[in-house]
């Protein structure tokens, strides 16, 4: 029975509609891997610093100022997933579980808080064609909005999300064609996907994806952004080499191109 102990030393910058978001982060952890599971648990110290910027898209207005500042957080964790697929580059048949908590302790500079993300995949294949279906619930529940950073909040967009939009361009959606800065205390996203070969290692894919961002915890009762798009794949021995394009199915003049080294499902 194997267990291990490590720890992460991280810095990042990342720039988001409105905000700006500077983070350094510690984790140390214990973990214990298997064939199927792996299960991580650990501690996680974070600085996260968020200033606000003069970036909004066009025709967007500020509800409430962005709570800008510098954020010290310190949370427990656990990390599970359980991995029943045939391949972990390709997978052509099984499903893949996981499940992700924090709890945010109290002190001078934050408040208790609350954090929980759910994902679950399911393929299989047809003959030549692959069918792949993967859905995702979050929330964020916590004392007082506005207590934590903006940026640990839920945002979609991007190759494992919605391909209509960049990464994390989505904020809370009002409607199937608007959405807004802020993140999401709850997130739902649903992709279906559907793969066949064109040619050789060429591939071919329909996809749709389905995105839920509401500003109330546990409210699934939000507006939500459907995108569709096609995207090739050419296979290669790291995983498929993808190219996609999707666009809002309420508005074709929003889309995305997305490109990835390896299988969303």
């Given amino acids: 029975y194997y267990v291990g102990i490590g720890g992460k030393l991280g810095y990042s910058n990342l ?16 973990d214990h891997q298997s064939e199927r599971v792996s299960l991580r648990v650990g501690m996680a110290f974070e600085s996260i610093n968020i200033t606000a910027l003069d970036n909004l898209r066009d025709g967007e207005d500020l509800e409430f100022a962005v709570n800008e500042g510098t954020f010290l957080l310190t949370y427990p964790y656990l990390d599970f997933t359980y991995d029943a697929r045939d391949s972990k580059l390709n997978p052509k048949y099984g499903y893949y579980l996981s499940a992700y908590i924090e709890t945010g302790l109290s002190d001078e ?43 640990k909040y839920f945002f979609a967009g991007g190759s494992f999300s919605n391909r209509a939009y960049g990464f994390r361009e989505l904020g809370v959606i009002i409607s199937p064609t608007e959405d807004t800065i802020y993140g999401a205390a709850t997130w739902a ?10 040619w050789g290692d060429l591939y071919g894919a329909v996809f749709t994806d389905n995105t839920m961002l509401t500003a109330e915890a546990y409210d699934f009762s939000g507006e939500i952004i459907t995108s569709a798009g096609v995207g090739v794949r050419y296979m290669t021995p790291i995983g498929p080499f993808k190219l996609d394009v999707g666009m809002n199915v309420h508005d074709t003049s929003q889309y995305g191109i997305s490109f990835q080294i390896g299988q969303s499902f």
């Avoid at 720039?15 to 214990?30: C, H, P, S, T, V």
């Fill in 109 to 151: 500079e934050s408040s208790v808080y609350y954090k929980a993300l759910l994902e679950g995949r399911l393929i299989h294949t047809f003959g030549d064609l692959t069918l792949a279906a993967v859905g995702i619930a979050g929330v964020v529940d916590e004392e007082t909005r506005q207590s934590l950073p903006e940026s």
């Fill in 189 to 198: 996203n649903l992709i279906f996907e559907a793969d066949y070969p064109i």
């Fill in 15 to 30: 720039e988001y509609d409105g905000f700006q978001e500077e983070k350094a982060f510690f984790r140390a952890y214990l």
